[in-house]
């Protein structure tokens, strides 16, 4: 895996992760979840970058936040916060690890 939180795991905690885990290849404006709306995985972009998008009243989108390879997105998700803040969409095609959760 290609993730660098991921690899960073100690054998144990990711022997207890690996189940749950899934490498999927993902195309260019893929939106992985929505503001407002539950996350259902947590996403560790591996290959490719998502960016986290939000849309205030005005109706134009700014980019908060680009997630690569050294990060993760969703993880609120797994702490018991799954309503999203923001939208998360795939700027670069390439392989995410998705963990259901």
Do not use: W
């Not at 407002?36 to 998008?53: A, N």
């Amino acid at each position: 895996m290609n993730n660098l939180l991921l690899r960073q795991l100690g054998q144990d905690d990711f022997g207890r992760l690996e189940p749950y885990l899934k490498i999927t290849p993902f195309k260019q404006h893929t939106v992985l979840f929505e503001a407002e709306r539950e996350i259902e995985h947590v996403y560790f972009p591996s290959g490719g970058v998502v960016s986290l998008v939000l849309t205030p009243e005005s109706g134009e989108m700014i980019e908060a936040a680009m997630v690569g390879s050294d990060g993760v997105v969703g993880a609120s998700a797994a702490l018991d916060g799954r309503i999203s803040l923001s939208r998360g969409i795939v700027q670069l095609a390439g392989d995410i690890v998705i963990c259901s959760i």
